[in-house]
């Protein structure tokens, strides 16, 4: 079992900055990828970015990537989000989530994640 705790969110301005934290624990929680997807009212949960299990590896969704960076400390056991550059876009639900056996090709699948925090919310204003 893993249990994940996201915080971070908040209200910014457009251009404005971010970052937020995922802090995992249980038996097996170093061993798993993290990662982060959002969600905006009336759309699908999205993919953002994951780390692997050593944070040497990060994926990002197209266009996240350059704006959005995802690092890990896992002496902390927590995986960070920093975004910056915040567009009213970005606006959405951010969850963290965790996979116990990374499948590159399925990264972005919600379903391949078998744990998830309870989400933060961020808002941008134009």
């Known amino acids: 079992q893993v249990q994940l705790v996201d915080s971070g969110g908040g209200s910014v301005q457009a251009g404005g900055s971010l970052r937020l934290s995922c802090k995992f624990s249980?038996?097996?929680?170093?061993?798993?990828?993290v990662g982060w997807f959002r969600q905006a009212p009336g759309k699908e949960r999205e993919f953002v970015a994951v780390?692997?299990?050593?944070?040497?590896?990060?994926y990002y969704a197209n266009g996240m990537k350059g704006r959005f960076t995802i690092s890990r400390d896992n002496v902390k056991n927590t995986v960070y989000l920093q975004m910056n550059g915040l567009k009213p876009e970005d606006t959405a639900i951010y969850y963290c989530a965790a996979d116990e056996a990374m499948i590159v090709a399925e990264i972005a699948l919600a379903d391949e994640y078998e744990y998830w925090g309870q989400g933060t919310q961020v808002t941008v204003s134009s």
């Open positions: 780390i692997n299990w050593s944070g040497s590896t990060p």
């Open positions: 249980g038996r097996s929680s170093g061993n798993v990828a």
